[in-house]
């Protein structure tokens, strides 16, 4: 095992509704960075008044939700001078802001499902086709989501996604074969398709053992394989993400065109997850992609100094 000299301290937990999730995530990087030789702290993240050590050298990003991947995390530690693994504070706002995100794939020609916005003030009408997906702006893990398969549904849908939002997307219900797309190091990584037993792939289906099953490579044609993976990466590059990050993209059953719903820019990090998981569909072990994810930090940190 190689001894790493530089303190990695891996950022966990947070405020926000994936606290769990996230010390899942952070406790797993931890033990991947420690196997691989790195010096590890581990720092429990519940707001903005964190201590790091000050020989730290990298913040590694374990946290999911508000106050991790919506770049107020990212822009305080740009404030503190410190170097972090991930996208940067304004990529990491505009993918967790599905409202944003949507407008940016829109404008680089990124395939994406057709929607609506609605605001409290707004005419609770909607003019898209049923049935359709009604989510908050802002959250992650499908917190808030609603498939509306009837319009007498939509009322209660919209009382849903707005106890955590203030802005409420709706989307184009597309039916397909869930697909996501790692991307690691500018390059996308084996797909991997995500077959939920019942209902869709909401919080409940993504964290209960069972419910969900996962295949990859996802089986698919060359050619489908490349559109769909070109398309995430697309919408990476539009987005302006860096390092890594996992996309999310639905394959239309009818014509097997690619949808790009939204981009995770912190995904979650078990050894279990879906980034790992295609990762290690490449050959890239779990211990070696958290080290990555470190070594891509230190070179921006080493063309800072």
């Known amino acids: 095992m190689k001894v790493r000299n530089e303190k990695i301290a891996v950022l966990m937990g947070g405020p926000s509704a994936e606290r769990e999730v996230s010390l899942h995530s952070g406790a797993a990087c931890s033990a991947g960075l420690r196997r691989a030789g790195w010096r590890v702290c581990d720092v429990d993240v519940r707001g903005p008044e964190f201590a790091l050590e000050p020989d730290t050298a990298v913040a590694f990003l374990a946290l999911h939700g508000t106050f991790g991947e919506d770049g107020a995390l990212q822009r305080l530690l740009e404030e503190r001078r410190v170097t972090y693994t991930g996208s940067g504070a304004q990529a990491s706002s505009d993918c967790f802001d599905k409202i944003r995100a949507k407008g940016i794939f829109l404008e680089a020609h990124v395939p994406t499902p057709r929607c609506e916005v609605l ?12 049935p359709y997906v009604v989510k908050p702006a802002r959250q992650g893990s499908s917190v808030g989501i609603t498939i509306v ?4 549904q ?12 203030d802005r409420v997307l709706v989307e184009e219900f597309v039916d397909g074969r869930e697909l996501t797309v790692g991307i690691l190091d500018g390059e996308p990584l084996p797909v991997v398709e995500v077959r939920i037993k019942s209902g869709f792939y909401d919080y409940n289906n993504k964290y209960t053992k069972g419910a969900t099953e996962y295949e990859v490579p996802a089986r698919l044609s060359d050619a489908t394989t490349r559109a769909v993976q070109a398309a995430a990466l697309a919408a990476f590059r539009a987005a302006g993400c860096r390092d890594y990050a996992r996309v999310d993209v639905l394959l239309d059953r009818r014509d097997e065109q690619p949808s790009v719903l939204e981009i995770n820019t912190l995904p979650g990090m078990t050894e279990t997850s879906l980034l790992p998981k295609a990762a290690a569909a490449a050959g890239i072990g779990f211990e070696d992609l958290c080290s990555r994810m470190v070594e891509m930090a230190l070179e921006r940190r080493v063309a800072h100094v």
């Open 149 to 152: 398969r009837e319009s007498g």
């Open 119 to 130: 605001t409290p003030g707004s005419v609770r009408q909607v003019t898209l086709d049923l």
């Open 154 to 165: 939509l009322a209660a849908a919209l009382e849903e996604a707005f106890r955590f939002d």
